[in-house]
């Protein structure tokens, strides 16, 4: 994480249904920050593995599924680091063997697999304590590197974009979506695509990390284009995101910047972007895990 990374392409983006609405759209090219740490997770981690190593940490501690970018990233920058790393994964252990944690097993990251019932404690003091006490002199990153100290790293990306209507861009943990408000321009609203199920509880999740954000007017969460839940992905829409990639000319993935840059082209189609409106597309990166799928 020392080396010095250069503003990611901002890249114009053709396509008929585009033509036909008279909308501009343009892609932020963050899955070509890193070849390793990838996009939103390059933002995120920044400022949380620097607040790691002014505490002198043993190792950094997190949690995701079997396939989560954020895992793989954080394996990856550990190894960067020479900071040992330990991942608590949602999942059968038969899971180790998948490119993203074998690539993070081969990193250095010792893999602890759970069930869903003991996952879901991973935000509860009393088990963030039991692990505190088994990984002593670890620091624990919350899933998806969603926390305070993310919120700063992502808002510098607004110093690398030009002015525009509406920035896109796909919602996992709610992280970036925080971070993006906490420096959003006036005259720039925010349109995050949730790529799980949201509803209720990931504007929530948003609000605590950014308090102001419940007073903001200047965003949205658009809910209903998951595709039936976090890294569900149907045949059809498998088939229409690789159509799109092909056609746009950018690589993507059926979890992440897949699922939401579809979204939007069947929002477009629906018309519910105004003509003539300037959009800039996040790709939040996560194409390593296009090759589990």
């Known amino acids: 994480m020392n080396r010095r990374i250069s503003p990611s392409p901002l890249d114009p983006v053709q396509h008929p249904l585009l033509t036909q609405h008279r909308i501009q759209l343009r892609i932020k090219r963050d899955d070509l920050l890193h070849p390793e740490i ?12 620097r607040h790691a190593l002014s505490e002198d940490a043993r190792g950094l501690l997190t949690f995701g599924g079997a396939y989560s970018n954020h895992l793989h990233a954080l394996a990856a920058a550990g190894r960067q680091l020479e900071l040992a790393t330990a991942g608590i994964v949602r999942g059968e252990a038969d899971s180790i063997n998948n490119p993203t944690l074998s690539d993070a097993s081969a990193w ?3 893999l ?3 069930d869903r019932r003991q996952y879901r404690l991973r935000h509860t003091q009393a088990y963030l304590t039991q ?6 002199g670890y620091h624990i990153v919350p899933e998806g590197g969603s ?8 808002a510098e990306l607004w110093q690398e974009l030009p002015p525009s209507d509406e920035l896109i861009l796909p919602v996992a943990s709610g992280g970036t979506l925080a971070g993006l408000l906490s420096a959003r321009p006036a005259g720039t609203r925010l349109r995050g695509y949730a790529v799980l199920k949201g509803k209720g509880w990931l504007a929530e999740t948003v609000h605590q990390l950014y308090p102001p954000a419940d007073g903001d007017s200047g965003w949205q969460l658009r809910l209903d284009h998951h595709g039936g839940g976090y890294a569900k992905c149907s045949a059809a829409d498998r088939i229409a995101i690789a ?6 000319r950018v690589p993507l993935e059926p979890v992440y910047s897949g699922k939401a840059l579809l979204g939007l082209f069947r929002d477009i189609a629906a018309g519910c972007y105004t003509p003539g409106s300037r959009l800039i597309f996040l790709h939040t990166g996560g194409l390593q895990g ?3 799928g």
């Open 112 to 114: 602890e697999f759970v």
């Open 290 to 292: 296009a090759r589990s």
């Open 108 to 110: 250095g990251m010792a």
């Open 38 to 49: 990838s996009g939103n997770k390059w933002r995120k981690l920044k400022y949380v593995l």
């Open 147 to 154: 926390c305070p100290l993310a919120l700063p790293g992502v």
């Open 131 to 136: 692990l505190a006490y088994r990984y002593p």
């Open 243 to 248: 159509q799109l990639s092909g056609e746009l």
